[in-house]
């Protein structure tokens, strides 16, 4: 999906994730066959890293690397991982502020990658909330939600960025020149859910967005693939992703029950084998690893902690993807279109 | 599931749903197959039933047929539904607020549905606000979830009446001794989520329902049947519920494509067709027909408006076990046990 273009630097945490830094250096190895021009800033531990990347070329090539003497727990609390001065994460997220790389891969800590973007990177001129946005599987094709986790509560203005936000994106990394635009709901009726949500269906509909705004879409049509991008706040996100790809899993699941039944059903599984390979790719969430905290001065973009080498990779994908499609601009061209540039930037969370 | 019991009379909207009365004179034709004893308050248009009713032997001698001049589409407001005042749905809520029938079920109108239980039929002394509820799919068995939609804001107090009302649900329809309860959230640590699940998780912490709250859950949770009931507020239920059936039926049509792909893939579906049935019915929604609106003086049950008569048939038995099984006993006896009974009703809408 990536174009042709000048060669800039990622920075990447290689001290973050379950399996740090195998996973991210083998993971980087690959990424660079499919962008040979892009430069890594490695982050981490010098003598650990220094000695494991004599088994990747392409990445001792291409990348250059920085010590950092501290690395962010899994499961330390953001407000811990502020204090931690020396973390790789850290480090990889000062490289962006101060100009050295367009944008920042870890597959860390979420809670404290987005604290650290926020005070370090900061959020984009206009942008109150930075929300983290990611590609789900549906019927048509993938389709762009957000926020998944980053904003438990939100008012109208915030759901008004993130439907900004996701159809940046989804011309980003989808390369969809007229996204559609969903908000989510429990009804498609304009009457429906909390005046939160009416007013930013309203606030939509009376904006240059409106031709791209589909209007509310339901739990369902995320699958259906109804619209290319669905908004929604942080809480529900977070909970209808989670709910998707457990539900996928119920199905792939009791589907093995059904062919290891008896001799002939497994016999069944060889026919369709190649079918049933396609069909978990396609719903797999490693393929759609990589999410984006949108809305910063920069590329921010997480990786799950126990993604593997192709995971990793496909989240430098996303990164590569974001930066040479100008995710930033086009977020910046619709926020100066809506005359949100120079809005005060609310803070409180409100209902 | 039901047990042996004194006879008793359900009261039934004839004319709700998108095929009425037919779908529901079957449904109950077949239902009474299982339940000879109960006897049928059945309400609508009399013309119209008695002639239809010839064709249902064991319904014709179980029921008594009550005229109602009016239904209530399926598209017409709440508000609007409240004022049609010969309506078989309003009919059929009256019988069970004078004593004449033990439950309702109807395939109307939700909204109005809810909207006519809560004016008519009331809400139990202590419960502020009624709740939908249903049973879903897991890969451990079946999990009971609310608030499906009837809150669409809610706070700490809202909650915990919902677990109280989980709980009981999931006794006398899953027949489960000691449910255990979930409060859906975005992670399962306990400072995640807003203030109202922290007050929530901790006041059921310190309840006589300690022992049967699991903590929080999050939403790969509930197909994972990680514990017998999930609460939630309506919004994120009933997005959580869509999403849910939304990613199996994605699933189950990917498989499709999978097995039409050639002769070869045609003849492995043939091999698995036996086991591939047992798992569409597995995680066939309609299978799980039938959501009851609890926390009323009386068993309120609304079958989908699509259902067919196997469907419709499995609402009238979640009615009947909720009576059989006293669903509002084990209610009132929670509320008492913590002290909820006499607290004030609380009907703002708060966050």
Not at 53 to 59: I, S, V
Not at 68 to 85: G, Q, Y
Not at 147 to 159: F, K, M, Q, T, W
Request: some cysteine; aromatic content about 4%.
């Amino acid at each position: 999906m990536a174009q042709a273009s000048v060669p800039f630097t990622l920075a990447v945490d290689a001290m973050g994730g379950d399996n740090a830094p195998k996973i991210v250096l083998a993971g980087l190895e690959t990424a660079l066959i499919h962008h040979p021009k892009i430069r890594i800033l490695l982050i981490g531990d010098e003598e650990i890293l220094n000695q494991s990347l004599k088994n990747y070329p392409r990445l001792s090539a291409a990348c250059t690397v920085r010590h950092a003497p501290e690395s962010i727990p899994m499961d330390m609390k953001p407000t811990a991982a502020l204090r931690v001065r020396g973390s790789s994460m850290r480090a990889a997220m000062e490289a962006v502020a101060a100009g050295e790389a367009r944008g920042v891969v870890s597959a860390g800590n979420s809670g404290a990658m987005l604290a650290l973007a926020k005070i370090i990177v900061k959020a984009l001129p206009g942008i109150s909330r930075p929300a983290m946005a990611a590609v789900q599987p549906s019927a048509r094709g993938d389709v762009v939600m957000l926020d998944l986790g980053a904003n438990i509560v939100c008012d109208a203005r915030n759901l008004v960025e993130f439907a900004i936000m996701g159809e940046a994106f989804a011309q980003a990394t989808l390369s969809l020149k007229a996204p559609t635009i969903g908000l989510l709901n429990v009804g498609s009726e304009d009457l429906k859910g909390d005046e939160r949500l009416r007013q930013a269906a309203e606030r939509l509909r009376d904006s240059v967005l409106a031709d791209s705004f589909h209007g509310f879409v339901e739990g369902h049509d995320i699958t259906a693939g109804v619209t290319d991008v669905v908004v929604t706040d942080g809480f529900t996100g977070n909970v209808a992703l989670k709910t998707g790809e457990g539900a996928l899993k119920l199905a792939l699941g009791l589907l093995r029950h059904v062919f290891q039944t008896n001799w002939l059903t497994k016999l069944g599984y060889m026919l369709v084998r190649p079918g049933l390979r396609r069909m978990r790719e396609w719903i797999d969430p490693s393929r759609y690893n990589g999410a984006v905290f949108v809305g910063l001065n920069g590329i921010v973009v997480k990786s799950h902690g126990g993604a593997d080498a192709e995971g990793f990779a496909s989240a430098v994908d996303v990164a590569i993807d974001a930066v040479e499609n100008t995710l930033n601009d086009k977020i910046r061209h619709r926020l100066e279109q809506l005359g949100m540039l120079g809005q005060p930037v609310e803070a409180k969370e409100q209902e």
